[in-house]
């Protein structure tokens, strides 16, 4: 049967408990307001490339960050019946292990808390200690299956330290396997901001947010691709931020590049793995944070329609004129939906709140 | 009129002036074989990445990069009609000014004779002094306007040594505009190997050839539409290699992001600029080269299903099977045309060959 509820799957917050870490920093990540800018008010600076004067430093942060009124008022304005939030980058992988394990049961805690006092509107992905051992993850993801409000967690790329490849990260995939909870895998890190070159801040923060986001995710994915993760772990489940980076539009030349490889074939690597529209079909989920229906009907084409999760990056990207309520970068992505598959259509109406109903196991 | 014709816009050669320059070094770009393994017989290294002992070093390199009778015996196995021929990367940005004026010219003279010798079947895009002052550059430009085999340009994304945003190319942009050459922009550098994690030698040479290069090209394109290159030449063409890297699919994104910026808002720049859904639909064409319907079919929504164009990456991405006749690689992209649009559509006979013909007018 059709849900015709709206769900967001992107969509972030940082707890009360988070925002007392990032206030108390002097260097990213930070919240903190400037004296020789008094007007810009507090700033959140999450990322390396926002943290010169040359650019407007990071964004304003106001209590849409961390006010779950300010949450549900949002989603009042936009029609958005339940939101699936998860803790905003960057995580916890900047503290120390001790610090990380802590503050994770913390936020989980917290967030766990909001979502059971708004019954029926609010869900989350749990946060990771990813700092630590394994074993100190492995014990955070056993806590959170038992959270009757947590559908998953939210994870960076960069792992225990070297990336999503790592074999040490085994014991925290048979975990989230396991217990099957979804992972949501979102980029934080961009790439190294020589490669935008150097009249980078010309342009804003256009070039690390467009760019270095998505191509950081593909990267992150490609290699727990490369590594097998998918073959040790045939059920680890993972919902890929920006409809997967650019995996669907460069999962044709990856597969073409992995036929091709001598090296790979020499190895014996070309036999019985699993390529990556297998795992795009049944292992990938894609949020439809994409901006227009180019990318969106690509993301469906390579992933199905089932698998496809609306949602709105919520609270980044706000309107540059404050006076427009509805949000611009949730119109572009609700309208990619009716224009890739029509108004009242069955997809649409999937990729809006039907499938992460169905996927994360929502009551009706 | 539907043209029957298949036309390759992305096939590569070596003109023997230039096969003198590799086998003449020994760092990369070089040819050469190694003592320590004389059975692999002569490699071309090309990229840093390859240049390592811990993967096959480079490629096997035999007369399919320069033997033009080779390239027309690959068109025949593979029903090709006509290929537009240009040197493969890293063409001429690391020799010396003086060196890189002589090599172009000697390279454009070498390829401009080769097509003459075997009319109808060969054209070309030339090759560029881009190692020193722009006036060079736009001379040699000036003189391609006159060769008769010639359709326009292949360029890397270094310009002359700080990106294709940078405004010491105008002259160049401006020369190329004037004188309705297509540029052909190609990767070569990939991202710093950095960005592929520690293992990523384990995965032969797939991560930089698989991701390094299209994002690149993405970066690349997207740094000249924010630094208003087409809205200072709007009547400049380009085609981009590998269906764009991954400007189709990320293209809703860099709008946003761009709508969203406070810097480019205070700048006065969101008005009155060129956005990219208009340079995709005019300047923009978009190579074949994707290796699936996926990436295809997002390539076309993007730009058109007129601004398409086959090619084969030709020589590289040989079977590894050698007894293979019928390349795989060039399979694929056939293959993603006619499962995209059809066996005998004339979408697909635009994209396998009429759209070439007649944007590169080309003769009947």
């Known amino acids: 049967m059709k849900s015709a509820k709206v769900v967001d799957v992107h969509t972030h917050m940082y707890p009360p408990s988070y925002m007392d870490l990032l206030r108390a920093r002097n260097k990213v990540p930070y919240v903190r307001s400037f004296p020789d800018d008094p007007a810009a008010g507090d700033r959140l600076v999450i990322l390396p490339a926002e943290d010169t004067t040359s650019t407007s430093r990071g964004r304003p942060i106001g209590p849409e960050y961390y006010d779950v009124e300010e949450k549900l008022a949002f989603m009042k304005a936009h029609d958005i019946d339940v939101s699936v939030i ?217 992933s199905g329609a089932d698998r496809l999760l609306f949602g709105t990056d919520h609270p980044f990207f706000p309107p540059l004129d404050e006076s427009e309520s509805e949000w611009l970068s949730v119109k572009l992505n609700s309208k990619a939906v009716r224009s890739a598959f029509g108004d009242n259509t069955e997809t649409a109406a999937a990729i809006m709140g039907g499938n992460a109903m169905r996927i994360l196991g929502l009551p009706e």
């Open 86 to 302: 998860s803790l905003a980058n960057p995580w916890l992988d900047w503290l120390d292990p001790a610090e990380a394990a802590e503050t994770a049961c913390k936020v989980n805690d917290d967030v766990e808390r909001m979502c059971s006092e708004h019954e029926g509107k609010l869900y989350a992905f749990g946060t990771l200690p990813l700092s630590g051992s394994a074993g100190e993850v492995v014990k955070e993801i056993e806590r959170l299956a038992k959270l009757p409000h947590h559908r998953g967690i939210v994870m960076g790329t960069s792992g225990l330290g070297s990336g999503l490849d790592d074999p040490a990260l085994d014991p925290i995939y048979g975990a989230l396997e396991q217990s099957q909870q979804l992972v949501f895998l979102h980029p934080h890190y961009g790439l190294p901001t020589s490669v935008f070159g150097e009249r980078a801040s010309d342009y804003g923060h256009v070039l690390p947010l467009a760019l270095g986001f998505p191509l950081e995710t593909t990267i992150a994915v490609t290699r727990m691709l490369l590594s097998g993760v998918w073959d040790r772990f045939p059920k680890l489940n993972v919902l890929i931020a920006h409809s997967g980076g650019t995996l669907p539009f460069l999962a044709g030349r990856i597969e073409s590049c992995v036929a091709h490889d001598a090296h790979l074939k020499k190895q014996g690597k070309l036999e019985s793995r699993r390529d990556v529209w297998d795992v795009l079909k049944n292992n990938i989920y894609l949020d439809a944070v994409i901006y227009a229906d180019v990318g969106l009907k690509a993301a469906v084409d390579a």
